[in-house]
């Protein structure tokens, strides 16, 4: 079956730091991905999608690159702020409507 | 805006007393779903309902119902709710064939069972 895998956190870095938040994902075929941002006591909040190899999703100044070869859609900020602080999820799309796939996702601290 | 909303955002009940929790959109999506998020976790799928069509997970345990009287509200009933239906209850929905189904989230309800 699909699945993601993303790296534990939390992860805790300085205000204008570079962020990478890695994601590796399993499927059958060709999935369309996603990065969801959670804030705290809110729901999820879609960040960007890609859907197909080589595709960069981008959005608030976050970038992911749809890497088919090495099965990655990795997470970037250039430099972070404090108000990202938050729970990034990835997720895979795959088949039906209903099909999403969630990592267990990975808490972001950004400290002053 | 058009948006998707759950109410209440907290809720409190007792061991074994029903609740029901409620979402309402103003997307006009065909598809609802409700999600089970516990602590650090990621969300799990309970079901969907694509139109009055019902899918259940097939692992959601028997105490979760849940009703979709029209496009705009679904509800989620826990009949008998335990100490381990403790959790964050999001609701989501997506129009299939728009956005790459991308789902959109409401805010959640957090229960707590006492």
């Known amino acids: 079956g699909n699945s993601v895998t993303q790296m534990e956190g939390p992860v805790t870095l300085s205000e204008e730091a570079f962020l990478t938040i890695n994601c590796t994902y399993t499927?059958?075929?060709?999935?369309?991905l996603f990065w969801y941002v959670q804030y705290p006591g809110e729901g999820l909040q879609l960040l960007l999608k890609a859907t197909k190899a080589d595709d960069k999703g981008s959005n608030k100044g976050f970038e992911a690159t749809y890497r088919k070869e090495t099965t990655s859609f990795h997470l970037e900020k250039g430099s972070v702020q404090v108000s990202d602080s938050a729970v990034y999820f990835c997720a895979l799309r795959e088949g039906g409507y209903q099909k999403v796939t969630f990592g267990t996702g990975t808490k972001l601290q950004v400290i002053p | 805006d058009a948006m998707v909303i759950q109410n209440p955002r907290y809720q409190v009940t007792q061991f074994g007393k029903p609740v029901t929790l409620s979402c309402s959109q103003t997307l006009n999506h065909n598809v609802m779903y409700w999600y089970q998020q516990k602590s650090s976790q990621a969300p799990k799928l309970l079901f969907h309902?694509?139109?009055?069509?019902?899918?259940n997970e097939a692992d959601t345990p028997d105490n979760f119902q849940s009703r979709r009287p029209n496009t705009s509200f679904c509800f989620l009933d826990i009949r008998s709710p335990g100490l381990g239906d403790a959790a964050m209850y999001l609701c989501?929905?997506?129009?299939?064939?728009?956005?790459?189904?991308?789902?959109?989230f409401g805010p959640g309800t957090r229960l707590t069972v006492t």
């Open positions: 499927a059958t075929g060709y999935p369309s």
């Open positions: 989501a929905t997506s129009k299939p064939g728009q956005g790459l189904y991308e789902q959109y």
């Open positions: 309902y694509y139109d009055k069509d019902f899918n």
